[in-house]
């Protein structure tokens, strides 16, 4: 295929062509397999796409991009453009396909006024050469002590006044850099979507709730006793400028990493980021287990 010629073109949310790569990113991944039984042909992992499609029609590469908007220092808020559902089919790597169409994604959020492309992965290499950097995560990890069993609650079972409490107690909570602005109902990063999601278990109280993710507390907001939310949780990760960290520690919950990417809790994954042309990054970023990307 030394002639080969591909067409990059850029696709919307929800579109045919965008459905169009979930066959070739289940060639990719392994849990793309799974997500066609469970989302069809519908990909869930991305806002606005990039594609590479060959001339007779075949899917040939894709990169995803989810848009979010988070605080930084001083309540400055930076627009973030999470790069996600990154791949090339075999028949087409080596090619420099993942390279083209990361430069595609990084000149999208140029010209959209985004300031940084953060991801997770365990090919720094393949990203190294595109001009990400290995990102530490601003982070604390801390163990409960106390834990004994597993609780919460699935989102789909909340009534929506708790709904409504959550997104309430999150909104009016501390801000720190890192935490993201979610919408009422955008594609990714909502609420719409994180009730909806399998993954997260809810324990809401009377004045706070904690999200629980893979037995983790992966944010906790609201006033009076945080450790009574997180009772059931066998540990935390947390932004060093979350007053949650405190309020566990001065319960008794134990310190165990700082300044740690975790790899048991991001499946061995890195986080790495690009600045988009002219912009600084804010060192003191932290990315929530709550808002992957």
């Known amino acids: 295929m030394s002639d080969l010629v591909l067409n990059y073109f850029h696709a919307e949310p929800y579109s045919p062509e965008q459905d169009d790569c979930i066959p070739m990113l289940a060639v990719c991944f392994d849990e793309f397999v799974q997500l066609q039984k469970v989302c069809g042909n519908r990909l869930p992992f991305t806002e606005e796409s990039f594609i590479a ?7 040939a590469g894709h990169v995803g991009i989810m848009p979010m908007k988070a605080y930084a220092g001083n309540g400055k808020v930076i627009k973030l453009a999470g790069i996600a559902s990154v791949g090339v089919h075999p028949d087409f790597r080596k090619r420099g396909i993942a390279v083209q169409l990361c430069e595609n994604a990084a000149k999208w959020a140029e010209e959209h006024q985004y300031d940084v492309l953060p991801l997770y992965t365990g090919l720094n290499r393949v990203y190294e050469s595109c001009g990400w950097k290995n990102y530490t995560v601003k982070s604390v990890t801390l163990e ?3 834990f004994k069993e597993k609780g919460g609650c699935p989102g789909r079972d909340l009534a929506e006044a708790e709904k409504a409490f959550i997104a309430d107690c999150y909104e009016n909570g501390a801000v720190f850099p890192g935490k993201i602005i979610r919408e009422k109902d955008t594609l990714f990063h909502s609420w719409k979507k994180m009730f909806r999601s399998s993954e997260f278990s809810w324990h809401v109280g009377e004045n ?8 983790t507390v992966a944010e906790v907001f609201g006033t009076g006793d945080i450790a009574a939310l997180c009772k059931n949780i066998k540990r935390a990760f ?3 400028a979350d007053p949650a ?7 008794g919950w134990r310190e165990v990493a700082v300044d740690d990417n975790a790899p048991e ?3 061995g994954e890195n986080a790495m980021i690009r600045t988009v042309a002219g912009k ?10 709550a808002d992957k990307f």
Not at 280 to 289: A, G, K, N
Request: proline share 7%.
């Open 208 to 215: 706070g709730y904690a999200l629980e993710w893979e037995n």
């Open 280 to 289: 600084e990054f804010p060192e003191d970023i932290f990315f929530s287990l």
């Open 245 to 251: 960290v405190q309020a566990l520690k001065d319960s």
């Open 265 to 267: 809790f991001w499946h």
């Open 238 to 240: 947390l932004s060093p």
């Open 53 to 59: 499609r060959t001339q007779e029609g075949r899917i």
């Open 144 to 146: 409960n002590p106390f």
